[in-house]
Every structure is written in C-alpha cells, then in structure tokens.
C-alpha cells in the first residue's frame, strides 16, 4: 500500500554511470528540500488542504465502511480475539516502511489478503482503517508523526473497498484456485480504488493532477502486486487455521530490518548531496570574493540557466547539473591573474590566451573535489564552446557539445551583454536578444536561444534551487 498524504514522501537518489564506467549516485536538485519538507510535515499539524481532503475523502471512506458493514452479508464468525489480533498484525505491518521514489511503499499486503478469507468481507475495510490508525498511534508515541495526522489513515484505507465489493458482489466466501479470475479482479479492483481515494486526498489536499501522481502510486503498487501472492498462501492456511498468520512476523521482522537500512541509506545519500551543494555554493562565494562581477554574473546565469533547463523540459539529473555548471562556470577564473581578469580595456592575444585556459582549469579543480562536482567538470570544460565549432578549448560543434554547457554558453553571453563591464555600458533587453537570434545556428544552439527569449520575454526566470 502506497503512503502520500501521511507526509511520507521522498525522492530517491538514482544510479547512474560514470565516464569510466563505475556507478555514481546521481540526485534530484530538489530531493533535500523535498525530503525535509515531508519529514518536518509529519511531526506537524494539518494543513488545511489536508482537513479538506480528511472530510472529503476520509469521511466519504468512513460513511462507505458503514454501510458495508450494514448491507453486506457475511457467514463468517470468528473468535473476537482473532479480528483483534488481524488488526493488530496490520497495525504492526503499516509501520515498516519502504520509501519508493515520491512515497512510502508498506507490505500490509501480507495480511490484508489473509483478512478477506479470515475476517466478515462487511468488517474488513473498518478493520483496516482501525489497523492503520493503531500503526498511526504507536508512531505518535514515538514522536515520529502528530497525532491530528492519524487520522489521514482514513484516506489511505480506500484500498479495501475495492476488493471487498468484488468478492462479495461474486459470492466468493471460500478461497479456491479455480477462483483465480476473481482473485485477479479482486486485486484490479485494490488498486483501481487505492488510485482513485489517494489521487482525490492529494487533489483536495494539494492540487496534485492525477498525471503527475498515477506513476508513483503505481509504482508502489509494484510492491502490493509481488506480496500478494505470498498473502494468498498465507490466506489458504489462514482459513482453517486463523492463527498462522502469526508465522509472518519473521518475515514482517526481517522486512522491518531492510526498510531501517534503506532509510538509512537515503539519509546518507541526501547528506552527500548537501555536501556537494554546500561545496558548489562555497566555490561560488570564493569566485565572488575574489571578482564581484563574475560572483553576482554567474548568480544570474544560473537563474536564467535554470529557466531555461524548465523551458527545454529537461530532466531533473540535467536540470542539477545546469544549476552547478552555470554557478561554477567561472570558478577556473580564480586561477587567472587579477590584472587580467579586472583589466579596464580589451585583451591583447597573450592575454586573451590565457583567459582561455580557465575552463581547463575549472575541470581540473572541480576534478580533484571528485564525486558529483567531478564529474560537472567535463560540462564545465565545454561553456565556451560555439555551436559552429569555433569556441574552445576543444573546437566542438552541434550536438557534440553537452546540453546543459550550450545552455549555460548562451545564458553567460545574454547576462554579460545587459550587464554593465568595466569597458562598455550594459546594452538593452531588446538588443541582446537581437544578438541572440542574430548569432543562432553560429554561435549558439538556436533551440536554446528560441527558450532563453521566451524565458526573458514572459519573465518566467526561476530563482535558483
């Protein structure tokens, strides 16, 4: 079952490969921000999106478990102990957690499937809510979430309607093999009914489309779908024996331990990834130490380069890697002269020679950082590179020079040119974009000028992460 509204959302880092082949971690820019903000979110009150969404779509869950309970039939008694115990095991396995991409993926499968065959169908989806408002408590006196926020469990116990309405509306009391066709529907029937009470919180709650959260949902969904048969085998044992779903807390015990590990392992990676940043920024505020211009110049190149990575709909690894490049283009100017760097007048060859090299020395220096900033250096390498492949230090051209440098290339001549330089005033909005178009297909990819005037024309520049 997926977890969203409980404030239990993450975005987990992605494996990717190094130029040399070995496996690198590779974060969204927004994971940390996201991550905390969830995590803070849980040990915090409702929002108000959040009340609207508890009366919505949990009081429509609650008055449909009502009236389950009134109109369903069942012939099914067990032993009271036995559905406390049910609620109980179910409360035990909502709270060990497997973070999957932007949610929390639980193995309440394990004994929700048991719980069809074992428990009255009109009981079973207010006895899933109260499992999982019991999990809710238990992590309250922890102190791991706020009480208030228990009772979202309502939003996420929707999954249960679904199949209950199935194999009651077919008559399956008695768990058979020749009833797989119902048993299939039945898990259709979950996830159709998971997708459509979580997608609803989240619209009421926070305005999410469906498009955006469907694949998440469903990806969590993976983990539902490959636990179900391991519940059904329980199930079949369960019917005669009620009791044997007792035998799943080792499995619950050792699940419990490699969510622990996997929670830890994406703390570890969002600390690399602060640390990375936390060094890209610093980097940064040297180079503005030491020249105010290239400081506050590249602070507005990564604001249009951001921009313009949103306009072109790149991914978010690219997107991370143009907010670094265009905040350290410049950081190999650190290894230049002063005099040069600061000269009030045009360059002369030797100097302009030397200017040049500061790429080079970017990648080099960002290379000895390794890791992350490492691996940026290549991209920084290439920010002066020219679309017809007159730029340097390597002469490429087209789409051999990386996106995210021709981004960054054409974002640093639109900023130089409407900004003031010790040589020559800042020239007008209109007049730089001219330049661009003027020099599109020659100098500059001519895709990313077309997004980089659409940026500046609609003002729609986003401020750096």
């Keep these: 079952m997926p977890i969203f509204l409980s404030g239990m959302s993450t975005i987990e880092p992605q494996r ?3 130029a040399d082949g070995a496996p690198t971690l590779a974060f969204d820019p927004r994971a940390d921000e996201i991550v905390g903000g969830h995590r803070d979110e849980r040990v915090g009150g409702l929002s108000r999106g959040d009340l609207r969404a508890l009366w919505v779509v949990g009081g429509s869950f609650l008055a449909t478990g009502l009236v389950l309970s009134a109109v369903l039939s069942t012939e099914r008694s067990p032993r009271l102990l036995t559905v406390l115990l049910y609620i109980a095991l179910y409360a035990l396995v909502s709270r060990v957690e497997f973070e999957v991409f932007t949610g929390a993926s639980v193995p309440t499968q394990l004994v929700f499937v048991p719980m069809l065959f074992v428990l009255p169908l009109n009981t079973v989806p207010l006895a899933v809510a109260l499992g ?5 408590l238990l992590d309250w006196l922890q102190g791991r979430v706020a009480l208030e926020r228990d009772a979202l469990s309502l939003i996420g116990s929707w999954h249960a309607v679904g199949p209950v309405l199935v194999l009651s509306l077919t008559g399956t009391t008695v768990l058979r093999w020749s009833s797989w066709p119902v048993l299939v529907g039945a898990l259709a029937a979950q996830f159709a009914t998971e997708l459509a009470g979580v997608a609803l919180g989240e619209r009421v709650a926070r305005g999410t489309p469906l498009r955006e959260l469907a694949p998440h949902v469903v990806r969590a969904q993976r983990v539902d779908a490959m636990l179900a048969p391991v519940g059904l085998l329980v199930a079949f044992a369960a019917q005669s024996q009620p009791y044997t779903l007792l ?9 419990r331990v490699f969510a622990r590990e996997r929670h830890a392992r994406i703390d570890n990676a969002l600390e690399l990834s602060h640390a990375y ?20 110049h590249s602070r507005d190149v990564v604001e249009l380069s951001v921009a313009v990575a949103d306009q072109l709909g790149l991914g978010q690894q690219e997107r991370r890697d143009t907010e670094f490049v265009a905040l350290l283009h410049d950081v190999g100017k650190i290894r230049i002269p002063a005099e040069i760097i600061n000269k009030p007048g045009k360059l002369d060859d030797e100097e ?7 790429t080079i020395e970017g990648e080099l220096m960002l290379e000895r950082v390794g890791g992350l900033l490492g691996s940026v250096g ?15 230090p390597d002469g490429l051209a087209g789409e051999a020079i990386p996106r995210v440098a021709r981004i960054v290339m054409c974002c640093d001549a639109y900023s130089a040119m409407t900004t003031d330089r010790s040589y020559r005033k800042a020239l007008a909005v209109e007049v730089a974009l001219g330049e661009l178009r003027k020099h599109a297909g020659t100098q500059f990819d001519p895709a990313v000028v077309d997004a980089l005037i659409a940026v500046v024309e609609h003002g729609s520049a986003a401020r750096p992460l």
């Design 277 to 296: 940043r936390g060094t890209a920024f610093l980097l940064g505020d040297v180079v503005e130490a030491d020249d105010a211009y290239t400081g506050l």
């Design 16 to 18: 990717s490969l190094a």
């Design 247 to 255: 035998l799943l807390l080792p499995l619950v015990w050792l699940l």
């Design 378 to 392: 290549r991209l920084v390498r290439s920010c002066h590179e020219r679309w017809d492949g007159q730029g340097y």
């Design 352 to 358: 302009r020679r030397l200017m040049e090299t500061h």
């Design 132 to 136: 999982l408002m019991l999990g809710g």
